[in-house]
């Protein structure tokens, strides 16, 4: 009797050592269950914006200007580059980069525009040629000349030669050729075609591969600004015609 009664004590204390250490492990439970819910709502609170950070994220996306986004939220900043140092804090926001990030691809999503297809176009206006467009020829000089046979004025070849400039027919070029052109217009002077800006796309390119980093300044100062590069064809003709002018009325002199 007394093993027995000393066996059923035993088992009382075993059993009693169950319960405790039941309860130890769910009190641990609810606690790691506390703690989860605690770092989820802090994860929440991490990537949430606030109002303004977030206007600005949607104002950045429109045309990825960060300084009229800052003063667009900031209205009474009145100063560029005041708002061009906070807009950059702001850009340096982790939470705003990934929001920003979100938002570019929701844009990718559904305008379907991916960077292989910028890379894609612009590699199109950078390796596009004026020569692709417009052709230099060679042609003798046409004169009057009076015919005493058939007394009348005739035309004919000179013994001189001229180059002009013709524009080549759209139907000649290729789709590439066709998506470097920025404007095709009517001037007084005839048709006029303008490329789009090929340095720029150069260098766009150039930033996309990893290049340039340290190149800008030195390009900007080493490309002067080019006086004629407004100018249609027909404008450089009449131009180089005026200046031909003033040369032989100079020799005349």
């Known amino acids: 009797m007394?093993?027995?009664?000393?066996?059923?004590?035993?088992?009382?204390?075993?059993n009693k050592n169950v319960q405790n250490d039941n309860k130890v492990e769910e009190n641990i439970n609810k606690n790691n269950k506390n703690v989860n819910k605690i770092e989820q709502k802090d994860n929440k609170n991490e990537k949430k914006l606030t109002a303004k950070q977030q206007k600005f994220v949607d104002e950045y996306l429109i045309d990825l200007n960060a300084t009229r986004a800052y003063k667009t939220v900031y209205p009474k900043c009145k100063s560029d580059e005041a708002a061009n140092a906070a807009s950059s804090r702001l850009l340096r926001n982790v939470k705003v980069q990934e929001q920003i990030e979100i938002g570019q691809q929701e844009i990718q999503a559904r305008t379907k525009i991916t960077q292989d297809k910028i890379v894609k176009e612009l590699a199109k206006i950078a390796f596009s040629n004026a020569t692709d467009y417009v052709e230099v020829v060679t042609r003798p000089t046409i004169r009057r000349v009076w015919d005493k046979e058939e007394e009348k004025y005739v035309y004919e070849e000179g013994d001189v030669y001229e180059q002009d400039i013709i524009l080549k027919d759209t139907k000649m070029l290729t789709e590439d050729q066709k998506a470097a052109i920025s404007l095709i217009k009517n001037t007084k002077h005839g048709i006029a075609i303008e490329q789009c800006n090929k340095v720029k796309a150069l260098h766009l390119l150039g930033q996309h591969l990893g290049?340039?980093?340290?190149?800008?300044?030195?390009?900007?100062?080493?490309?002067p600004k080019n006086p004629y590069n407004d100018l249609t064809v027909e404008e450089l003709k009449a131009l180089a015609k005026q200046k031909k002018g003033d040369a032989n009325a100079k020799d005349i002199k």
């Open 2 to 14: 007394r093993k027995r009664k000393e066996v059923l004590q035993i088992v009382s204390k075993v």
């Open 211 to 223: 290049m340039f980093k340290n190149v800008q300044p030195v390009i900007q100062n080493i490309i």
